[in-house]
């Protein structure tokens, strides 16, 4: 359930932030009778979103019984890499976002292109959409089959209406919504969600044939806290545990953090060049 609030709260408040940053610039330049491009652009967006969650989701029942594993073991790990990015590519460039828009916005009222306009909206939401169904469909695969779904829908709602509720606070102007410390703690919490997935796409490819377990299980903690309990799921969830992991899934886990590690500083220094 954290995990599930954790990943609909940001891109929520991503995707909000985007149409937000639009709207208030065209209201700033007196061009309040171009909101029904972003309305439009925003409402397509999630209606595409929503219709890339429901052909995901016919995709992984045709495929069930044909090379399940290995199916799920890809969307993990496209789920870790896109997750990834995101993390490394907001911590350094979430500044430019605001310019970036304004720029292209300009651009499109300067050449009366106002589709341009709903574009801007639907390519950022769309775009924060496909990356919400990816995550939760990596926090599904990981979960597993005995998860409470009833649960990760709840905290999946609550995190979109948490997401909507501080954009508008913070665009209605209260200054001590710092959303830069909002995206560095939630960027530690999605690199635990993401090493997690990353060590759930190996326990697949173990069971495939693909790769080998080293040693299975490692250990087995499910006396002491169980992925099946309410405190064992949320656990599970947001930080990977397992109560009884292969050796070759820890590795994964651990060999996760340093490498984001190495990005994120190699990405600093490249900037500061």
């Keep these: 359930m954290l995990a599930t609030f954790v990943i609909t709260w940001r891109e929520t408040i991503e995707a909000a932030l985007i149409v937000g940053i639009l709207l208030a610039y065209l209201r700033k330049i007196r061009h309040q009778h171009e909101f029904r491009y972003i309305y439009w652009g925003a409402f397509l967006a999630v209606l595409a979103s929503l219709f890339f969650a429901g052909f995901s989701s016919l995709v992984d029942r045709l495929l069930q019984g044909m090379g399940e594993e290995l199916f799920d073991a890809i969307i993990l790990l496209a789920a870790v890499a896109v997750l990834t990015y995101m993390v490394v590519w907001m911590h350094h460039n979430a500044r430019e976002i605001k310019g970036e828009l304004l720029h292209k916005a300009d651009a499109a009222l300067a050449h009366h292109q106002l589709w341009s306009l709903g574009m801007l909206a639907f390519v950022g939401v769309f775009r924060e959409g496909v990356e919400t169904v990816l995550f939760l469909w990596g926090l599904v695969l990981q979960a597993g089959p005995t998860a409470d779904w009833s649960l990760q829908v709840a905290g999946g709602v609550i995190g979109v209406i948490g997401g909507i509720v501080m954009a508008w606070l913070f665009f209605k102007g209260f200054g001590h919504l710092d959303l830069r410390i909002f995206f560095k703690v939630t960027g530690v919490l999605l ?83």
């Design 191 to 273: 690199i635990f969600i993401a090493a997690g997935m990353l060590a759930s796409a190996g326990g697949r490819l173990v069971a495939a044939g693909w790769l080998p377990a080293l040693v299975e299980p490692i250990w087995d903690s499910s006396w002491l806290l169980s992925e099946r309990s309410l405190v064992g799921s949320l656990v599970a969830g947001l930080f990977g545990y397992r109560s009884h992991p292969s050796l070759l899934e820890l590795l994964l886990y651990l060999a996760y953090f340093p490498f984001v590690m190495l990005w994120l500083r190699r990405q600093h220094h490249d900037l500061t060049q």
